[in-house]
């Protein structure tokens, strides 16, 4: 595989639920990101992770928890959300954290 | 204020035409970068061209180039012969200063190419 990959594409989940987002890059980038895109908004940054140290926090609530175990591998825990967290979660990875940026395909999740 | 400006929510246009996707920013730091990314209905970002403030030429790649104007802080993207295969939402973002992990994004612009 080659480029930014995420899994699952697609998530349902009730607002009980714990799952997790997972994106993995094959380019040999040191830093890596999560966005989230909803519906009318721009893209918000929500977390920044750079050589496995979480670098930035956009004030986003507990409910997402990232975790980032190596370079090449991204998660977004989630637990406990709200219908107003459906969105398009996008995953990006850049060779250092100011370089131009590469985005995965992205999961769309809804929650009920 | 808004650091980055698409006015153009949705454009329509002929196949191979020329189209321009406008973009302003806004920022007071001497040191940034503008992206253009385009986004088909399949959701993933796809970087198209990078134009950093300090560049003396308008970056260009295949059939895309960005029409810098720094003084009007614009940041256009022309796309040259238009192809259907182009219809997709358009972003502009910015990274403002040195060094600087932020992208912060425009709200986008639809195109759409007509056969």
């Known amino acids: 595989e080659t480029g930014v990959t995420q899994t699952p594409r697609h998530l349902v989940m009730g607002m009980t639920n714990k799952k997790s987002l997972k994106c993995e890059q094959h380019?040999?980038?040191?830093?890596m990101y999560w966005y989230k895109q909803s519906a009318k908004k721009p893209l918000e940054l929500m977390f920044v992770?750079?050589?496995?140290?979480?670098?930035e926090n956009n004030s986003v609530p507990s409910r997402f928890s990232p975790e980032c175990p190596n370079s090449s591998h991204l998660f977004l825990h989630l637990h406990t959300l709200q219908p107003e967290d459906s969105a398009l979660y996008l995953c990006?990875?850049?060779?250092?954290?100011?370089?131009?940026?590469?985005f995965g395909p992205g999961t769309r999740l809804t929650v009920l | 204020a808004q650091k980055i400006t698409q006015t153009q929510p949705g454009m329509f246009v002929q196949e191979k035409e020329a189209v321009t996707l406008d973009c302003t920013y806004d920022?007071?730091?001497?040191?940034?970068?503008l992206f253009w990314y385009k986004q088909p209905s399949s959701g993933e970002m796809i970087f198209l061209i990078y134009?950093?403030?300090?560049?003396?030429q308008n970056a260009t790649e295949g059939r895309y180039s960005l029409n810098f104007q720094k003084a009007r802080k614009s940041a256009n993207l022309v796309i040259s012969a238009s192809q259907l295969g182009d219809s997709a939402m358009y972003f502009c973002?910015?990274?403002?200063?040195?060094?600087?992990?932020?992208?912060?994004f425009g709200q986008g612009t639809r195109l759409t190419i007509n056969p």
């Open positions: 990006a990875s850049s060779l250092r954290v100011a370089d131009t940026q590469y």
């Open positions: 380019l040999g980038h040191n830093a």
């Open positions: 992770y750079n050589f496995k140290e979480q670098t």
């Open positions: 920022t007071s730091d001497p040191s940034y970068g």
């Open positions: 134009q950093g403030s300090y560049d003396q």
């Open positions: 973002a910015m990274r403002e200063g040195e060094g600087a992990q932020k992208l912060v």
